[in-house]
């Protein structure tokens, strides 16, 4: 109750200053050692040292003491992290709901059912471009281990066979979040045409009732200039948070040392905020495009109305 007294207070804040200062939503990626090569992914070319154990603790207890109420454990592939059950078991202990992002081809080596008893939901990433389809199949399966969302990147190769990957989520009960190609630097551009993803998504959201949550405000916003906001944050393995964003490559704070509520007050950070309204890069980066979910209640219930939807 003390952490969501706390929110609420940020979450006025933001409305009144008309400005998310105050952000709801982190993925921390904790490794970016990865055992794929996705064709749209550059986190696998990154040098960035990993941190140890402690370290990664500090991250969790900064993130545990601001305004983050949803936190999603990333990679790289964060299965091959040894330590995945010492870190899954501290943010546990954390005042935000865990999400778990893995392309799941580690799934049957490590023990799921222990990991499992501290993940709130488990993303899978299933798509043509982590040549894993085939693990469309087991989705039954896997949620013994946490409730599914399949997280789903849409290439402009393979927006035409979509509807077959939203089809077999529906009939497993699971959930997809599906997101485009953003181009991302040292990689060729497989981003999909804006109109056309947009139309697609609304119509299979008509055929199958509560299966995805990419809600229709992200889908409006990609094709605006400035439809992005810092209501979200990603945090690099080495504890250092890009601010404003990863695409503009930019790490301002490290998580080990800064608490983050006190970064996000400087007038640094408040510079950066003005860096990204001014940005006219639409991208459509899922995270940032996507966050006034988080911000607006309808938009949030309409985000969320999938997890909870019975059929």
């Known amino acids: 109750m003390k952490k969501y007294s706390k929110v609420m207070g940020c979450i006025a804040s933001n409305f ?17 050692k990865c055992n794929m090569r996705c064709k749209f992914c550059n986190v696998w070319m990154e040098k960035t040292p990993v941190l140890p154990t402690e370290e990664v603790f500090k991250v969790l207890d900064n993130l545990g003491n601001s305004s983050i109420t949803l ?11 040894k330590d ?3 870190i899954l078991r501290y943010a546990n202990t954390k005042p935000f709901y865990l999400f778990f992002t893995t392309n799941g081809l580690l799934l049957d080596r490590v023990p799921m059912e222990e ?8 993303h899978i990433s299933i798509d043509e471009g982590h040549d894993n389809l085939d693990m469309l199949e087991r989705l039954e399966e896997y949620q013994r281990f946490a409730p599914v969302c399949v997280q789903t990147v849409v ?3 393979d927006l035409g066979v979509l509807e077959d990957k939203v089809r077999l989520i529906y009939k497993a009960n699971a959930r997809t979040v599906i997101m485009p190609a953003v181009h991302l630097a040292n990689t060729d551009n497989y981003y999909p045409d804006t109109e056309e993803f947009g139309k697609e998504i609304k119509r299979l959201k008509k055929v ?11 889908l409006d916003r990609m094709k605006h200039p400035h439809g992005c906001s810092t209501s979200s944050i ?12 990863r695409i503009l490559q930019q790490k301002t704070c490290d998580l080990t040392k800064v608490p983050l509520m006190e970064y996000l007050e400087s007038e640094e950070a408040r510079g950066f905020r003005e860096q990204m309204k001014a940005c006219n890069k639409r991208c459509g980066w ?23 939807d019975g059929r």
Do not use: H, W
């Open 16 to 32: 009144l200053v008309k400005e998310a200062i105050y952000p709801f939503y982190a993925s921390y990626k904790i490794t970016n």
């Open 71 to 81: 936190l999603s454990l990333e990679g790289g592939e964060p299965l091959r992290r």
């Open 84 to 86: 995945l059950g010492e």
């Open 115 to 122: 990991y499992g008893r501290y993940i709130d939901y488990l």
């Open 155 to 157: 290439t402009n190769e």
């Open 208 to 218: 199958y009732k509560s299966t995805i949550t990419t809600p229709n405000g992200y």
């Open 234 to 245: 990603i945090i690099d393995c080495d504890g250092q948070m890009f601010y404003p964003c």
């Open 286 to 308: 899922y995270q940032y495009f996507a966050t006034n979910s988080f911000t607006s209640l309808r938009e949030f219930f309409s985000a969320m109305k999938p997890y909870y």
